[in-house]
């Protein structure tokens, strides 16, 4: 059985960091591409950073580059997402995700971590 379990998240003041893991079990790890996306209240899930099975090429979104850092620890079968500078807009419910490298859709997902960013 697949599963994805986010942890790491809390309340932060604004302008510090947190860093998220995804540990993942069930599955070749290494054989994945990994997502992070985020949900705010009232609003869209929106993406947040990928990185590529081979974790060798990383993609943010504008409004975290630069910010926040995707990587991943195949030996620990663990996607960890580095967010730095936090601002009070990135409070969401950030979660993981992975697919199959070649296949489309991202169809394993985990629960979500809340992180709330203080002003």
């Known amino acids: 059985q697949v599963q994805l379990v986010e942890s790491g998240g809390g309340l932060v003041q604004a302008g510090g960091s947190r860093r998220l893991p995804c540990a993942a079990s069930?599955?070749?790890?290494?054989?994945?591409?990994w997502v992070w996306f985020r949900q705010a209240p009232g609003e869209e899930r929106e993406f947040v950073a990928r990185?590529?099975?081979?974790?060798?090429?990383?993609y943010y979104a504008d409004s975290v580059k630069g910010r926040f850092t995707i990587s991943r620890d195949n030996a620990k079968s663990t996607v960890y997402l580095q967010m730095n500078s936090l601002k009070p807009e990135d409070t969401a419910v950030y979660y993981c995700?992975?697919?199959?490298?070649?296949?489309?859709?991202?169809?394993?997902w985990g629960r979500g971590t809340q992180v709330t960013v203080s002003s």
């Open positions: 995700a992975c697919r199959l490298r070649g296949r489309a859709e991202y169809d394993t």
């Open positions: 069930g599955l070749r790890f290494s054989d994945y591409d």
């Open positions: 990185i590529i099975w081979s974790g060798g090429t990383t």
